[in-house]
């Protein structure tokens, strides 16, 4: 099921949103759903990434995040 839902933009974000719409040849709607997916994704990472260090801290692991990075990666 879709919902539509009314958001107000201040004058220039909504100029970038028009733009980057035609640059990428997507609707309005389209960028916007990725946006939130890509804000979703980002918020949820976080968190994990803050209970993931604080857990690793109680052990005595104490990492920096690009020594973090340079092990997963």
Do not use: C, H, Q, W
Request: charged fraction near 40%.
């Amino acid at each position: 099921m879709r919902n539509s839902v009314s958001i107000s933009l201040p004058d220039a974000i909504l100029r970038k949103l028009k733009d980057n719409s035609k640059k990428e040849n997507a609707n309005i709607s389209e960028v916007v759903r990725k946006a939130l997916k890509d804000y979703f994704f980002k918020t949820e990472f976080d968190e994990l990434r803050k209970k993931a260090m604080l857990e690793a801290a109680k052990r005595g692991i104490v990492l920096s995040e690009d020594e973090i990075l340079e092990k997963i990666s």
